[in-house]
């Protein structure tokens, strides 16, 4: 398979690779489900690496299905680790072993430190380790550290120099105790002044079209002042695509708030290269009248599987509590192969339809997402299932600390 193949959402390892709640609950009871978790994690089904989680959903799945580290291992040294040139090749399986560690299956930081000491990404593998805090698992990779790290890896390292593994290697070795020092004593960067320009809105204008860098601050103040000479430089600066101009004027639109909805109406219509910036704004501020054109936005979005897209028009139809759009929203939940989107879905259907929402918020009680759990922990009816699976969040050691307090308070009662 493909690395960027993303199976039928229908099929287990469809719903592995998207990290869905019923994935996580579905893979318990079928037999094989072990090989479709090792593959997700060497293969990396994100979307969106960058913001996406996905490697505490599948530690636990690990630990739940009573499945080895080895074939982890096995990816993070295999042949192509030194040729293979992809920057996230090794990422996922780093940061499930690390998660693995977190859950107390400890035999999982003797692979990271191997890796640390000779793999393509070490430095990944060494700050994972450092994270965890316990100078029990780093032994000897100080000297690693203070050996392989410049001082640009050192000054990350060091992020937190309370950390007992960074105090203990800055105790040992001095390269590190001198990156400790430079981190506490840097100078504190002064606070940038911004003076507003002056002149009339035309002034503003010229100034914007000889596009230096004071065409920025010109922008930015016919942004403040709601000018509707903003709205015609729009039209002239977005169609040119993407860019340093189409953002500064982007972040002036947003100055504008409910000001912007009649152009933004207009855009929408169909204006060359302004639709995507109407459609930020009617999200944001748009009325009931602006609810068709938002589901026409996300359904175009999803049929293109353009998932980043649906982002806007999803929280504008929660934020509007359209209910004209719970059929299409409950669509995206399934098919979206952008974990990051289920939060902003489940925020929309709690409040476009509170009750057809309640099996999304305990699905999501299991879900990759950070957000999609806290939202959940909140959210979901206090049935026996749940009221279990809240407190294993309460009590989970690697759980992020905002989902842990939202089912402490609603696993409170039950502890």
């Known amino acids: 398979m493909d690395a960027n193949v993303i199976q039928p959402v229908d099929t287990l390892h469809g719903q592995l690779q998207r990290g869905l709640g019923r994935a996580a609950r579905r893979a318990a009871r079928t037999r094989g489900a072990g090989e479709f978790v090792y593959d997700c994690v060497r293969r990396d089904p994100r979307w969106d690496r960058q913001v996406e989680s996905r490697s505490l959903y599948y530690a636990r799945l690990i630990v739940d299905l009573e499945l080895p580290v080895h074939p982890l291992s096995d990816h993070l040294f295999d042949p192509a680790d030194a040729s293979d040139g992809d920057e996230w090749r090794a990422s996922l399986a780093i940061d499930t072993l690390t998660d693995l560690v977190r859950l107390s299956r400890r035999e999982a930081a003797s692979p990271l430190r191997r890796y640390a000491e000779q793999g393509a990404g070490w430095f990944e593998a060494l700050d994972a380790l450092v994270s965890l805090g316990d100078p029990a698992l780093v032994h000897g990779l100080g000297a690693v550290a203070a050996a392989r790290c410049d001082e640009d890896d050192l000054h990350w390292l060091v992020d937190d120099p309370g950390n007992p593994v960074i105090r203990q290697w800055a105790a040992e070795h001095r390269v590190i105790a001198d990156a400790v020092a430079r981190r506490r004593g840097g100078p504190t960067p002064r606070p940038r002044e911004h003076t507003r320009p002056t002149g009339s809105d035309a002034q503003l204008v010229a100034l914007a079209h000889q596009r230096s860098d004071a065409s920025v601050e010109a922008i930015l103040e016919l942004g403040r002042r709601r000018s509707p000479a903003l709205f015609d430089l729009a039209e002239e600066f977005l169609p040119e695509g993407p860019g340093r101009w189409r953002g500064v004027i982007c972040r002036a639109l947003r100055e504008c708030g409910s000001a912007a909805l009649p152009r933004a109406r ?53 934020r509007l509590r359209a209910g004209a759009a719970v059929p299409l929203l409950k669509e995206a939940w399934t098919a979206t192969e952008y974990a990051y989107l289920r939060p902003r879905l489940l925020t929309a259907l709690l409040r476009t339809a509170p009750h057809t929402a309640e099996s999304y918020a305990a699905e999501a009680l299991w879900d990759c997402e950070e957000e ?35 089912a402490v308070d609603r696993a409170a009662p039950e502890l």
Do not use: M
């Open 266 to 318: 207009a855009w929408a219509g169909g204006t060359p290269g302004c639709r995507k910036v109407a459609i930020t704004i009617l999200a944001g501020h748009g009325t009931a009248q602006d609810v068709p054109v938002l589901i026409d936005d996300l359904e175009t979005a999803l049929g293109a599987k353009s998932w980043g897209a649906a982002a806007h028009p999803i929280e504008g139809l929660g």
């Open 372 to 406: 999609a759990r806290k939202i959940a922990a909140a959210a979901a009816p206090l049935t026996e299932d749940n009221a279990l699976r809240l407190r294993r969040l309460a009590g989970c050691a690697a759980e992020e600390p905002g989902v842990v307090s939202a």
